[in-house]
């Protein structure tokens, strides 16, 4: 019984620290992220309501970038502080042996991974697949970021716009507007919102039109309005293929067997994959014989060589998409490696002293 509560009290510090870790990282990757997407704002004229929904849409695919590194920084220092305040040796001490620890870090590891898997495969792709169409979707509300004064705005394909004055409270003055065949200049202008939908009222201005038999017209106008809703925004719309639907892709790889769609598939379904082998690595900082091995050099070279695998992972699934050698050893990679890594961890355990 005893045994039982400081093994679901291991676990519960090493989840706690897991959760603390990607939360921070994910909340300062997000908030870059965020502070980054403003120009969504003051250059596109996206309403501050549509921005703040796009950049909630994009947590989960923030949280899932970080998943695998987080468990590899989480694990490590959990482990760390539990050899420095000594509570390990009560594990010990109770009868407690290491490879018992290595299967419950395991355990806990396989857990994460299944968490991984329901963001990469679902959540994430979805929350991205609904910030992209919220952005599709969008009107424009505020027009004024799109005049900014002595700047040329191009904002909306085929439009820009040049605005000596403006007063930011929707007065204009001097302003010059081309088109594809026309330019118009006006020397006054207001911003206007009709039935929510933003509109320039120009004033005292001319009109320069290139015809058909390349002959310009000139037209002269007291007033008129200038609708931007007729135009779209300089921004991707297209879905991406990290924006899809996992079934989408596994669809779109049989009819066109694209190396970039199978890249994706293999991503979702294979990263999260990494976690166990991670959380195995992790545990070869159990080793506590310093006179045999200097700890501190075993655990810079377990963090350095988590991390350059981390990176030799990501480097396979790019190669797997385009080789089927390396994809029929990326698919033999999780169960292999952590096979491997695990007969490894057991030696290497065994080959401290009995006293320890």
């Given at each position: 019984m005893f045994k039982n509560k400081l093994k679901n009290y291991f676990a519960k510090e090493i989840l706690k620290s897991y959760f603390f870790v990607l939360a921070t990282l994910s909340l300062l990757i997000w908030i870059t992220q965020s502070a980054r997407l403003l120009y969504l704002v003051t250059d596109t004229g996206l309403s501050i309501n549509t921005y703040v929904n796009y950049i909630v849409f994009l947590i989960p695919k923030s949280i899932s970038q970080l998943m695998v590194i987080s468990l590899l920084i989480s694990f490590f220092l959990s482990i760390m502080k539990f050899q420095t305040n000594k509570e390990l040796e009560i594990y010990w001490l109770s009868g407690i042996s290491k490879m018992e620890i290595v299967f419950l870090v395991i355990k806990t590891s396989l857990l994460l991974t299944a968490l991984a898997l329901f963001f990469y495969i679902y959540l994430a792709p979805i929350s991205s697949k609904k910030s992209r169409?919220?952005?599709?979707?969008?009107?424009?509300?505020?027009?004024?970021?799109?005049?900014?004064?002595?700047?040329?705005?191009?904002?909306?394909?085929?439009?820009?716009?040049?605005?000596?004055?403006?007063?930011?409270?929707?007065?204009?003055?001097?302003?010059?507007?081309?088109?594809?065949?026309?330019?118009?200049?006006?020397?006054?202008?207001r911003v206007l919102n009709i039935d929510e939908k933003n509109y320039l009222e120009l004033s005292d201005g001319v009109i320069h039109e290139k015809n058909t038999q390349n002959n310009i017209t000139t037209i002269k106008f007291q007033k008129t309005l200038f609708d931007f809703t007729k135009y779209q925004r300089n921004i991707h719309t297209q879905l991406k293929f990290q924006e899809r639907d996992t079934s989408w892709l596994l669809d779109e790889y049989e009819k066109s067997k694209k190396p970039s769609v199978l890249y994706e598939i293999h991503k979702r379904i294979f990263k999260p994959l990494l976690i166990p082998i991670i959380a195995i690595l992790c545990c070869f900082t159990l080793y506590v014989n310093n006179e045999k091995i200097n700890l501190n050099k075993i655990r810079i070279s377990i963090f350095s060589f988590s991390t350059l695998f981390i990176i030799f992972f990501e480097v396979l699934l790019d190669f797997s998409a385009k080789s089927i050698y390396f994809k029929y050893f990326l698919y033999s990679l999780p169960v292999l490696g952590s096979y491997l890594f695990l007969l490894l961890l057991s030696k290497f355990l065994k080959s401290e002293a009995k006293t320890i």
């Open positions: 169409e919220l952005i599709a979707n969008s009107e424009f509300s505020l027009v004024n970021s799109l005049v900014k004064k002595n700047n040329f705005n191009s904002p909306l394909k085929g439009l820009t716009i040049f605005v000596n004055k403006n007063d930011n409270q929707g007065n204009l003055e001097k302003i010059y507007i081309f088109e594809n065949n026309k330019t118009i200049i006006s020397k006054t202008g």
